[in-house]
């Protein structure tokens, strides 16, 4: 196999991003094709879609009719339903009642990653969202999530009440302003060069060869 280089790489991304989910996945593939994915460490990072989203979210149908209309909300779910199929996602949209406030998530991935368990933490909560149909806005959820993945109990219940975390998500929110981050997942490698977008496994394969390389 190859010898390439381990790689660091943050991700700018939201729990209620689909794209992020898959393009986690995606990037995880090209990861283990290169022999990456042990040695590879990635951080994620906050980016709320929609950061003046009520405290108790909001149901989904109502939210997504407003944002795409209904014909066309039920149109990329499906599409997403297959592109997901092709990744071992299981997207079960029609289990999903709402679409919740991230803030608290984010939050308890910051403090998940202090104590090494960031992106099991992110992966769980994916599932937990887009293939449970689990409302992961609401705290009793977030820590039941937490705790599956081994972030202690009371860790996860600091995280929740910390104003500490709550203002480094709106810093670190500030910064991807700051870097005209307009969309998610946006990643960065290395912290020397972004990809936009869910790439495909093919497609990061390839970056990572080129840079490697160079």
Not at 51 to 57: L, Q, R, S, Y
Not at 88 to 98: K, L, V
Not at 127 to 133: I, L, R, S, V
Request: with cysteine; proline share 3%.
């Amino acid at each position: 196999m190859e010898q390439m280089m381990a790689l660091t790489v943050s991700v700018f991304s939201d729990l209620i991003c689909p794209w992020c989910f898959l393009g986690k996945h995606r990037l995880e593939h090209a990861l283990h094709q290169l022999g990456l994915r042990e040695t590879t460490t990635v951080e994620w990072l906050p980016f709320e879609l929609n950061p003046d989203m009520p405290a108790e979210g909001m149901e989904r149908s109502v939210y997504r009719a407003r944002k795409f209309g209904t014909e066309r909300s039920a149109e990329l779910d499906a599409q997403m339903t297959e592109l997901g199929g092709r990744e071992g996602i299981s997207f079960a949209f029609d289990r999903m009642q709402s679409t919740p406030n991230t803030r608290n998530a984010h939050m308890l991935i910051a403090a998940a990653r202090q104590h090494g368990t960031g992106d099991t933490l992110v992966e769980a909560l994916f599932h937990a969202y887009f293939e449970e149909g689990r409302d992961v806005g609401d705290a009793a959820v977030l820590l039941d999530v937490a705790g599956g993945v081994g972030l202690d109990r009371q860790v996860a219940l600091t995280a929740l009440k910390s104003e500490d975390l709550r203002s480094l998500i709106v810093s670190i929110e500030a910064q991807a302003a700051e870097m005209q981050v307009g969309g998610v997942p946006f990643f960065i490698v290395d912290g020397q060069w972004a990809v936009s977008g869910a790439q495909s496994a093919e497609q990061w394969v390839a970056l990572i060869r080129q840079r490697q390389n160079a």
